[in-house]
């Protein structure tokens, strides 16, 4: 199974940028659709951008389209979030999130990283 560690967190000012990324171990990492959720304060987790095995298909939540790009390297077992144009309401803690098919239901992701805060300020 594999293990994921996210990294690239941290505060910035609204209209600003950040890279995520979340690096997988095992030899496995292609064989999985790849997630990326997060969890704001007093709020439910919720679904950001989802990306298919090969990285030929994304989706993405209505509040992030347009600002944020999912991508995956295969050879380097790692996914990225690259978010623009940030917001105060992108305050979250970012989860990646690992499924055996393509889902925006965090119900069929098994596998989870621990997370990283994202600051938004205004």
């Known amino acids: 199974q594999v293990q994921l560690v996210e990294s690239g967190g941290g505060s910035v000012q609204a209209g600003g940028s950040l890279r995520l990324s979340c690096a997988a171990s095992?030899?496995?990492?292609?064989?999985?659709?790849m997630g990326w959720f997060r969890q704001a304060p007093g709020k439910e987790r919720e679904f950001v951008a989802a990306i298919r095995r090969s990285g030929g298909w994304t989706y993405y939540a209505d509040s992030v389209k347009g600002r944020f790009t999912i991508s995956r390297d295969n050879a380097k077992n790692t996914v990225y979030l690259q978010m623009n144009s940030l917001k105060p309401e992108d305050t979250a803690v970012y989860y990646c999130?690992?499924?055996?098919?393509?889902?925006?239901?965090?119900?069929?992701?098994?596998?989870w990283g621990q997370g990283t805060q994202v600051t938004v300020s205004s």
């Open positions: 095992g030899r496995t990492f292609s064989r999985y659709a």
């Open positions: 999130a690992a499924a055996a098919t393509y889902s925006t239901n965090q119900n069929e992701y098994d596998t």
